[in-house]
Structures are given as structure tokens and as C-alpha cells.
């Protein structure tokens, strides 16, 4: 299992968009539940970056325990196009399905 968290933890460090001035960025929103079977967490910053995730332990007491991490996040590159990436993370592997929006 330690190694599927190593895993979420590198990815989440890689999807975190495209970088910005923090001083320009403001938060407009943030939830977060964190139990011991799971967790999530959502928020949405004033540039247009979005992110929401479920993570939850399959088989919690035994030994095929694994995490299981739904998600999508969502940013505006820098040529005006809105990107969405929805994930499956779990024991099969990083599933992204990318989607392009217009410009805004």
C-alpha cells in the first residue's frame, strides 16, 4: 500500500497546473473530509483552476488492502484553453482522460 501512496503523492505534485504568482491567486473555495477509510477534497482558485478527489481504502483489513483515488482537476493554460484531466488511481494504475474546452 505504501507504494500506491508514494505513487498519489508524486502525481498530485505533477498535476498541480500550471504555476502562477500566489500573490495574484486567490482561493474561492476549499472542503475537505478526511476519515480512516478515505478522504476528499475540492477547491477552486480565482484563476480558473479547479481540482476535486475521493480517495478510499478497498479491503481496509486485509492483506490486499489498496487505495482507490477518483478525481478531476481543471486550469486554463497559458494560450486561453481550458483543460480537464478526470483520473482513476488505484491498484491498476494512473488513468487520466484528458478533455480540451474553448478559449476563454
Do not use: W
Not at 6 to 26: F, I, R
Not at 93 to 103: D, E, I, V
Amino acid at each position: 500500500m505504501l507504494k500506491y501512496v508514494t505513487v498519489l503523492c508524486v502525481v498530485a505534485a505533477l498535476c498541480a497546473g500550471v504555476p502562477q504568482n500566489p500573490q495574484e491567486v486567490q482561493i474561492l473555495r476549499f472542503d475537505s473530509d478526511v476519515q480512516p477509510d478515505g478522504y476528499n477534497f475540492a477547491y477552486e482558485t480565482s484563476d480558473g483552476t479547479s481540482r476535486q478527489e475521493e480517495g478510499k481504502i478497498d479491503n481496509p483489513d486485509s492483506e490486499n488492502a489498496a487505495l482507490t483515488v477518483n478525481g478531476q482537476y481543471s486550469y486554463v493554460a497559458p494560450d486561453g484553453k481550458h483543460y480537464t484531466v478526470t483520473f482513476t488511481a488505484g491498484p491498476n494504475g494512473f488513468q487520466p482522460k484528458t478533455s480540451l474546452g474553448q478559449r476563454k
